[in-house]
């Protein structure tokens, strides 16, 4: 399958592409067919020399079937030659990734407030049908408190009448 695809070049951090057809099982700076253009990313987008474009050869190359990556499709659509790829939705993309984190964590904080309100909602459902068994609970449980409580001190006592009975 032909593509449509940028080629790099240029120095370390100083990047200039070339436009290129290119069948799609090549490397990426590999061997190509033809190149039709060349982009200068670091250029000003006012200025011509950042985009230069054979546009005979790329429309020859589309009507034969080459398709055109993302980004060449952008380029080619600034200069009218193809139909501009929809836009993508990042609205985080503007954002610095310090306040990312931030947006994320206080995001996350209504959503748990949201969670904690909904067992909210459904607590008061629950506590009617537990204040029934409570009615009958509030009796057995001053008792199980009571031995409960009875028994640390009773311990201490039990022992000592325990040893009473053996002196008797």
Do not use: C
């Not at 090549?26 to 033809?34: A, M, T």
């Not at 190359?61 to 952008?74: E, F, H, N, Q």
């Not at 610095?96 to 969670?115: F, H, I, L, S, V």
């Amino acid at each position: 399958m032909l593509k449509i695809r940028l080629s790099m070049g240029g120095a370390k951090k100083r990047p200039v592409y070339k436009i290129v057809v290119a069948d799609s099982r090549f490397p990426r700076d590999g061997k190509f067919i033809e190149k039709v253009g060349f982009f200068n990313p670091l250029l000003p987008k006012t200025k011509k020399e950042r985009v230069n474009l054979e546009v005979e050869r790329i429309k020859h190359w589309i009507d034969k079937g080459a398709k055109p990556t993302l980004r060449v499709s952008r380029i080619l659509g600034e200069a009218k030659l193809y139909p501009m790829p929809p836009q993508g939705n990042n609205p985080q993309k503007a954002v610095p990734k310090k306040d990312r984190k931030k947006d994320k964590t206080e995001g996350e904080k209504p959503a748990t407030e949201a969670a904690k309100a909904e067992p909210k909602a459904a607590a008061p459902k629950a506590e009617p049908k537990k204040e029934e068994p409570k009615a009958a609970a509030p009796k057995a449980e001053p008792k199980a408190a009571a031995p409960k409580a009875e028994p640390k001190k009773a311990e201490p006592k039990a022992a000592a009448p325990k040893a009473e009975p053996k002196k008797e």
